[in-house]
């Protein structure tokens, strides 16, 4: 079966950074040429999409990480990445990688949550100021 796990959160001081890692296996297709994200769930705040690589390899941002996250992946080792830097108190947040199991879809759903159809199990990140 499809299995996401990520790591690679933890607690940060305001500025500091923090590299998630999602390992994905059980995918029927690809790895290096499917939709998959990263979302972020704060309490009380609906999930939201921080950021995500289409099938084409481009990615998308969230306004409030442009310039702060990257998102990344290794095909040969089926595994997203989300470099964020320069954190901020706003970004704390469980945040869950998402994949979607088919190869078409339209690239601006690429960050809204019901786009996708795996999600992993989510890891927190907590910075303080």
């Known amino acids: 079966q499809v299995q996401l796990v990520e790591s690679g959160g933890g607690s940060v001081q305001t500025g500091g950074s923090l590299r998630l890692s999602c390992a994905a296996s059980?995918?029927?297709?690809?790895?290096?040429?499917?939709?998959m994200g990263w979302f972020r769930q704060a309490p009380g705040k609906e999930r939201e999409g921080v950021a995500a690589?289409?099938?084409?390899?481009?990615?998308r941002y969230a306004d409030s990480v442009k310039g702060r996250f990257t998102i990344s992946k290794d095909n040969a080792k089926n595994t997203l990445y989300l470099q964020m830097n320069n954190l901020k108190p706003e970004d704390t947040a469980m945040y869950y990688c998402?994949?979607?199991?088919?190869?078409?879809?339209?690239?601006?759903?690429?960050?809204?949550?019901?786009?996708?159809?795996?999600w992993g199990q989510g890891t927190q990140v907590t910075v303080s100021s």
């Open positions: 998402a994949a979607r199991d088919v190869l078409w879809g339209a690239y601006a759903s690429a960050l809204t949550s019901n786009f996708y159809n795996y």
């Open positions: 059980g995918l029927k297709y690809n790895f290096d040429s499917r939709f």
């Open positions: 690589i289409v099938t084409d390899g481009s990615t």
